[in-house]
């Protein structure tokens, strides 16, 4: 027997299906578009890098290399412009395998879906925000329309995708009409002084209005969506995607706030070296190519019930991690000026340092995931500490009727079900039932 929860489920999955003339539409679409961005993609990789190699003006408006006085630098400490020319190539090269192939399995499992179609296409198009074909146009204007019209998809793509995610309908329904208006712009576009790519006042427009205006409509339908229509599996679904956004977040913050945060970083030195090449990796790349694995997970709906479990175990790992590395610096620091003067050198301080991190490594991990579960997982942490109780008090009680109203309230608490009921079997019954089926086996 189908439950009320699986009648209304139903016309939702298969109102997310394509069928008959939308789905080869569809698929017609999704070759077409990603075929011309692979094409565009063989095309200008020779391309960047060759302008990788090229020493570059501070006033231009898009730096693909180095400037001299960073080329200078890099030599300085054996790292040619070549390589650097090749390491950059080759790492958004990696990076537009990873997006094209998650966009290919997916389209390749879940073509009819429209979510999965929609999502396979972003990630095909998400290649393409990077300055990867701006050498290309550069060297090739025919390739200006079909360049601008790729970048104006891939921005414009996740606005729509926002609309409709997790289950593929518009919620609420007047984000279809914007979904439509931004359709439209991808269309029009390449052909205006506004395309998403040309340096006038198109990064206004585009990163100053439409970009944060959609995103904005999409957040608040993701909230109403989340509190209001979503299932429990639809909630732990955009749970995934919205790990994924966060760590591209902590990346994308962690590499503008590096040069402040860390002012050697602004210096002729080792560590401006090693982040100008590696940083775009370590920072951008990677975290990026998370993204469609924590989004591949999230549509496939595979262990769609560990992402909380992820979730905390980053937040607690993270928070650690940052809290050791500043006591570590922080220690080593003072003990330099507390005991280099008397001792003189600084490996003293190092090995007290490591010992005193070493110590505080288990305590100060359990404190900051007991900070995390109150702050963040306030159920789960009241659930426990509602168990524990109910343990010393079913150890304890010897009345049955108490213990059965204080079970049933623990269940109410930590499950919060619709309805909470218990019930006990009549010993008198069971007793007749066992004497009955002792008659009732034949004499050995």
Not at 60 to 84: C, I, K, M, N
Not at 151 to 172: E, M, S
Not at 291 to 317: A, E, K, N
């Amino acid at each position: 027997m189908m439950s009320d929860k699986q009648r209304i489920d139903t016309p939702a999955r298969s109102s997310a299906r394509l069928r008959g003339p939308w789905l080869v539409a569809a698929r017609a679409v999704w070759f077409a578009v990603v075929g011309l961005g692979l094409v565009a993609l063989v095309a200008a990789l020779p391309v960047y890098y060759r302008a990788s190699h090229t020493i570059v003006d501070p006033q231009a408006p898009f730096v693909t290399g180095l400037l001299a006085d960073d080329v200078r630098l890099l030599e300085q400490w054996g790292f040619s412009l070549g390589f650097y020319a090749a390491y950059d190539t080759a790492t958004i090269a990696v990076f537009a395998a990873v997006f094209n192939t998650a966009a290919a399995l997916l389209f390749w499992h879940r073509s009819d879906d429209r979510i999965a179609w929609l999502i396979s296409l972003w990630l095909a198009l998400g290649v393409y925000g990077s300055p990867l074909l701006e050498p290309l146009i550069g060297a090739n204007p025919a390739w200006v329309l079909p360049v601008r019209f790729l970048q104006n998809a891939g921005l414009g793509f996740f606005p729509i995708l926002t609309y409709v995610f997790p289950d593929g309908r518009f919620v609420p329904r007047w984000t279809r009409y914007l979904a439509l208006a931004w359709v439209a712009w991808i269309v029009v576009s390449p052909f205006t002084p506004y395309s998403a790519g040309t340096p006038t006042g198109a990064s206004v427009l585009w990163f100053g209005v439409l970009i944060p205006g959609g995103m904005l409509a999409g957040i608040l339908a993701q909230i109403y969506r989340y509190r209001r229509v979503s299932s429990r599996v639809e909630r732990q679904q955009t749970k995934w995607v919205l790990f994924g956004f966060g760590v591209v977040a902590i990346g994308l913050v962690a590499y503008a706030l590096l040069p402040s945060v860390v002012p050697s970083v602004n210096e002729p030195t080792l560590v401006r070296a090693l982040y100008l090449i590696f940083a775009g990796t370590f920072l951008l790349a990677l975290p990026f190519c998370l993204l469609p694995v924590c989004i591949g997970i999230s549509v496939l709906r595979y262990h769609l019930w560990d992402v909380d479990l992820v979730i905390r175990r980053t937040l607690v790992y993270g928070a650690l991690t940052l809290t050791l590395g500043v006591l570590y610096i922080g220690c080593i620091l003072l003990s330099r000026v507390l005991v280099a003067p008397y001792l003189g050198g600084s490996e003293l301080a190092i090995v007290v340092s490591t010992l005193l991190i070493a110590a505080l490594l288990l305590p100060v991990r359990r404190r900051i995931q007991n900070v995390i579960d109150r702050r963040f997982y306030r159920r789960k942490y009241d659930a426990q500490r509602v168990l524990q109780a109910f343990a010393l008090t079913a150890r304890d009680e010897t009345d049955l009727e108490r213990l059965t109203a204080t079970m049933l309230q623990v269940v109410d608490e930590t499950m919060q079900p619709e309805f909470v009921g218990l019930w006990l079997r009549d010993p008198q019954a069971r007793s007749k039932t066992e004497t009955a089926q002792l008659d009732s086996k034949p004499p050995r």
